[in-house]
């Protein structure tokens, strides 16, 4: 562990840490947090993570209402939308591309993205005959592969999606039986529809008509056909009507019948794990009475979902409304996922005491009082169900490869001792991240002992593939027209509506971001291979428009937004759309201790606004999508 001794903090200021011992880190740490909650109540102190048992524990028994975790910037339009209309409760994780014979794509890249199982399925599906359409500004990996690649303008992907829905329906190419039997709401989808036309969509999408109805009716017409979703496509957070997308996209695959039929979206088949709280019962957790710091509470579909809102996060730390953010602990989300990068920069500056975890000697850690060093997932265990590709329920479990090498904890155990230390033993007695393994395991009829004998690492007979006949909605069926989302103010269907932000004069270009396939978000650029193989980032610009800018292949440019401007080197392809620009994701690293990635690049996210609540509920956006490429900038030589 260390500390920091240098109270300034900010980009380009040296901590000046000094190591010292666990036990005197969480006598800090202890001291600091007991102090906050008692003088400014339990709300002052807020998590930033990824959601997990043992922390939320830790969370609850303080008493704050302040979980943050990343979705708003990944995955909550997709999330808010299939549990409001299929699941009740979140997004399904597998999808079954080696048995599909149509894939559909709205922006999805997994191919060129760090993704290999997604990418080998695809890949299997293409050999098996599969036809493959791509809708995206930019010729990717996955384009390269495709039948047919649609250069569609930036965030209209919603009216392409309509009018497919239009000629399905229109010229009866549906599967009236999956409909009939699984599904509620057809009647008014058939209504609602009739004024969507190809020819309608042509006009905003850029498209020909006969290219929608084309691809409309070879989606219909190659079953199973499924659409490829993930995170960050185009229904992902990336636009204002990215939420829409999703709940067109769940009414195309419902009228192919693809939904948890192989081919299609699989419904999350996880083994039946038992929450932390029945393993280890503990005692009665204080209500927290102040709202949250994100304004998550104004939005009860995503409530519900315990995930948290990244822009709205540090714009209510700035503004200290309701209430000041006096003390954080935060683990491996780095400043760079963050839109608005500066901003939370100056966020964070405004929190008095940080606690930080992490592998990489990250920003989030420059900026940290106290630093505690975790384990690398090569030196932890856990057990853990297979959220991917799961056609039955599957176990994994994860044993150390090696001793670990520093003087590092795990993230679990070092929740429970800062629980211990703030005095919350009645919490974490006898809670241990092992007995909560054997019990996991317990639960589904394993042991630790047999799984680790196991002479190839496998245990157990494949199960047949069960097709859902019962969804996790009200009326045990899809939804198309969705009544969670109208009981709660929302749209029932999708209808059209415009991203948030037009090219002008003063920012003519649309906006997109990818992320190179060697690197996951911001975390392997200080690899010195992977950061010999791509050195920094880029910014794509179509060849005529470069030649209309003065620039050529490989000199820098100045990429600007409203609030802020970045310095990256042109990369001059035909493989764009001449009004659109593309920035890779991952570099601009200003922590020194970066040591192979300090310097190299920039951060796009400096550029992207940070949403404010209001601002997503005069959208009447359940998500909370932080809207990542809803933005136009203007391009210029360095």
């Not at 939370?344 to 929190?351: D, W």
């Not at 791509?534 to 800018?549: D, G, M, S, V, W």
């Amino acid at each position: 562990p260390m500390k920091r001794t240098n109270p300034e903090k900010g980009i380009g200021v040296d901590p000046q840490f000094v190591k010292i011992s666990w036990d005197e880190a969480y006598g800090i740490i202890a001291q600091k947090l007991n102090e906050y909650k008692e003088k400014f109540g339990p709300e002052s102190i807020a998590f930033i993570m990824r959601p997990q048992d043992f922390a939320k524990r830790l969370a609850k028994a303080i008493g704050t209402p302040n979980y943050i975790s990343h979705h708003t910037t990944c995955y909550t339009t997709h999330e808010v939308v299939w549990g409001a209309m299929v699941t009740g409760k979140g997004r399904p994780w597998t999808t079954d591309y080696a048995n599909a014979k149509y894939i559909l794509s709205f922006g999805w890249d997994m191919p060129g993205k760090a993704k290999n199982m997604q990418t080998q399925h695809f890949l299997a599906a293409i050999d098996k005959g599969a036809k493959v359409t791509v809708l995206d500004p930019r010729y990717t990996v996955t384009a390269s592969k495709a039948n047919l690649w649609i250069p569609i303008k930036p965030g209209t992907d919603l009216a392409f999606a309509l009018a497919m829905i239009n000629v399905i329906i229109t010229q009866n190419l549906y599967d009236k039986q999956f409909v009939k039997d699984y599904t509620v709401g057809f009647d008014e989808v058939r209504e609602f529809i009739k004024p969507y036309t190809p020819q309608w969509a042509s006009k905003i999408t850029e498209v020909p008509a006969a290219t929608i109805e084309k691809v409309a009716k070879e989606f219909a017409g190659n079953k199973p056909a499924v659409i490829a979703t993930h995170k960050r496509d185009a229904a992902g957070p990336n636009y204002a009507n990215s939420w829409r997308l999703s709940h067109a996209q769940v009414i195309l695959m419902a009228l192919v019948g693809s939904i948890d039929r192989l081919g299609g979206p699989i419904m999350e088949r996880m083994p039946k794990f038992p929450p932390l709280d029945s393993v280890f019962p503990p005692p009665p957790y204080p209500k927290p009475k102040a709202p949250r710091i994100d304004g998550m509470d104004k939005f009860p579909l995503l409530l519900k979902t315990g995930k948290g809102s990244f822009g709205t996060f540090q714009n209510g730390v700035l503004e200290g409304k309701p209430y000041p953010i006096k003390a954080a602990i935060i683990r491996k989300h780095n400043i760079f996922a963050f839109p608005d990068a500066p901003k939370m920069v100056e966020a964070l500056k405004k929190i008095e005491f940080i606690v930080a975890m992490d592998i990489h000697p990250s920003e989030m850690i420059q900026m940290a009082d106290i630093v505690l060093p975790d384990h690398h997932y090569l030196e932890g265990s856990a057990v853990s169900g297979r959220q991917y590709f799961g056609l039955y329920p599957q176990i994994a479990i994860q044993q150390p490869v090696i001793k670990p090498l520093y003087d590092t904890k795990g993230f679990r155990n070092i929740m429970i001792d800062i629980g211990k230390a703030m005095g919350f033993g009645d919490y974490f007695k006898d809670v241990s991240p092992g007995g909560y393994d054997d019990a996991a395991l317990k639960a589904n009829g394993y042991s630790m002992e047999e799984l680790k004998k196991s002479p190839n690492g496998l245990l157990g007979e494949s199960k047949p593939f069960v097709p859902k006949t019962e969804f996790g909605t009200p009326s045990k069926k899809i939804e198309l027209y969705a009544s969670e989302l109208k009981k709660h103010g929302y749209d029932p269907l999708p209808a059209w509506k415009e991203k948030a932000v037009k090219p002008s004069k003063d920012y003519p270009f649309y906006f997109v971001t990818t992320r190179p396939s060697v690197f996951i978000h911001s975390t392997l650029q200080n690899l010195e291979y992977n950061i010999q193989v791509y050195p920094e980032n880029q910014c794509f610009i179509n060849t005529e428009t470069a030649r209309k800018l003065g620039v050529k292949n490989g000199e820098y440019v100045i990429v600007e937004s409203p609030i802020n401007k970045i310095k990256v080197k042109a990369k001059v392809t035909e493989g764009i759309r001449p009004d659109t620009v593309c920035v890779d994701h991952g570099f601009g690293h200003w922590s020194k201790g970066m040591t192979k990635a300090y310097g190299k690049g920039s951060n796009e996210g400096d550029i992207i606004p940070a949403r404010k609540v209001q601002d997503m509920l005069d959208f009447n956006d359940p998500s909370m999508s932080d809207n990542m490429n809803d933005l136009c900038v203007k391009v210029y030589k360095a």
